[in-house]
């Protein structure tokens, strides 16, 4: 073990320090499930929509991603993190302590069906979820349990994510998830089963021409129905490189370093 992380952090065996281009430092297992684009696309896809005095929670956060990118890209500055896997809760913790937020960032080791006996009801205005995409009928099983816990809905559905965040959201509250496309028929019917009017959808190619492999919702809570179509979002360019779409996000995630060295 070492120690020598800011806060007095430790770095166990098999974990890696990365830091975000938004200056703050993140503790993964290289074993486990590690972040990939998708969560940060989920982050820069909510942040325009936040607000100051906003609360916001991140259901099944991992280590972290989401809340540690939300933190510089909004204006917001009260975050809590749910996460049911004890050791990525832990992580996830660490994580918080490494960058001085353990204050800012709350992380709570919890089971995401069980919101209403962890939190106040309708007590946060954002929610955010990069749930488990796969159902019991799609996808590979890993070998590793906590990839096969953050890739399969194992510990929770897709109707627990939806039932939970229409527990905690405030009144006109948002919602925002990132998907995959073809689950969308599911989505729609949970969303208007529980109260949350879809108000915006944006879906990611993986590049010009390709099926969409990711789909992106805000979704409000007591809303009137009306939803707007974002552009796609391309992933790679012609070259095989990052998009200018990719590369604005990564623009957007530096510019917001700023906020680090002005605090």
Same mark, same amino acid.
């Given at each position: ?37 998708? @969560?940060?696309? $989920? =982050? +820069? ?10 609360? &916001?929670?991140?259901?099944? /956060? ?35 302590? @490494?960058?001085? $937020? =353990? +204050? ?10 069980? &919101?209403?006996?962890?939190? /106040? ?143």
């Amino acid at each position: 073990m070492t120690s020598d992380l800011k806060g007095g952090a430790i770095l166990r065996p098999d974990e890696q320090l990365d830091i975000l281009l938004n200056g703050r430092q993140i503790i993964q297992d290289k074993k486990r499930f590690m972040f990939g684009i998708d @969560a940060v696309l $989920l =982050s +820069d896809f909510a942040s325009s929509s936040i607000k100051k005095n906003d609360r &916001v929670i991140d259901l099944g /956060t991992g280590t972290g991603i989401i809340p540690l990118l939300l933190e510089t890209l909004s204006p917001a500055h009260d975050f809590t993190a749910l996460e049911i896997q004890s050791d990525s809760a832990d992580m996830a913790r660490r994580s918080m302590e @490494a960058n001085g $937020l =353990s +204050d800012l960032i709350h992380i709570v080791e919890g089971d995401i069906k069980e &919101v209403s006996s962890i939190f /106040t009801k309708h007590s946060f205005n954002v929610v955010t979820c990069n749930p488990p995409y796969m159902n019991d009928s799609h996808g590979r099983q890993n070998e590793s349990e906590a990839k096969n816990i953050a890739r399969h809905e194992i510990c929770c559905n897709l109707e627990d994510v939806i039932v939970a965040a229409d527990y905690l959201l405030a009144p006109h509250g948002r919602f925002f998830m990132i998907h995959r496309p073809y689950r969308l028929p599911e989505i729609f019917a949970l969303l208007a089963k529980y109260n949350l009017e879809a108000k915006v959808m944006q879906l990611v190619i993986p590049s010009k021409g390709k099926e969409p492999n990711l789909v992106m919702i805000e979704a409000r809570k007591n809303a009137q129905p009306r939803l707007k179509i974002a552009p796609q979002f391309a992933v790679y360019g012609e070259d095989g490189e990052y998009s200018s779409e990719v590369k604005a996000v990564y623009e957007r995630q530096k510019a917001s370093a700023r906020k680090i060295t002005e605090s």
